[in-house]
């Protein structure tokens, strides 16, 4: 079976924006078949569209079937994979600026859609048992996702932690539209 990549943005966010397109064409030319499926609903992200979404979007999944998520879209992937069949396994993910604990907002409207994510219960044990292994990794000047969001995907995942430097969020707004870091780190998850 080949392997596939399934590239989940974040909020207010959208496939054709910041490196998804890039990562898109640069897995499809390692025999990847890749995926970067809209979410219902980006300005407004819930997790009851969200969630049944991408499990519609994924089909049947198996250990060669790998993600990458950013900022939200992280949550989106542990979310789905926490619903598979026991027993399932999935390749690996690589989480892009993901946060479990703590996002910095400003205004009221955006800490109540943020709230729901926050606070909505995870049992990562559950999360372990189908994803093997995984990359998390955050900017030191992210201005959204503070670093201490590293903690959650060492100590409840396993994952191994990149820092880069003066990244931003890694968006287009930060002038990010190539991440050469997640596809190498996904082309070593799936040797």
């Not at 897995?27 to 499926?37: A, I, N």
């Not at 999944?61 to 993600?67: A, I, K, Q, R, S």
């Amino acid at each position: 079976m080949n392997k596939r990549v399934f590239i989940i943005h974040g909020w207010d966010g959208h496939p054709d924006e910041d490196w998804f397109p890039w990562l898109k064409k640069e897995s499809e030319s390692w025999g990847f078949e890749s995926y970067v499926p809209q979410l219902p609903q980006p300005e407004n992200p819930r997790i009851h569209n969200w969630i049944p979404q991408l499990t519609r979007s994924v089909g049947k999944v198996d250990e060669n079937t790998y993600f990458v998520g950013h900022s939200m879209g992280c949550q989106a992937i542990v979310r789905y994979i926490e619903t598979l069949p026991e027993k399932t396994k999935v390749g690996g993910a690589i989480f892009v600026a993901g946060f479990f604990k703590n996002l910095t907002l400003s205004n009221d409207e955006d800490k109540e859609v943020a709230k729901e994510w926050l606070e909505t219960p995870i049992s990562f044990e559950k999360v372990k048992s189908h994803l093997q292994k995984s990359v998390a990794i955050f900017s030191d000047n992210d201005s959204w996702v503070p670093l201490e969001n590293q903690d959650d995907f060492k100590d409840k995942l396993n994952s191994e932690i990149i820092i880069e430097h003066n990244m931003g969020h890694f968006s287009g707004n930060s002038g990010t539209k190539k991440l050469p870091i997640v596809l190498d780190k996904l082309l070593a998850l799936s040797i």
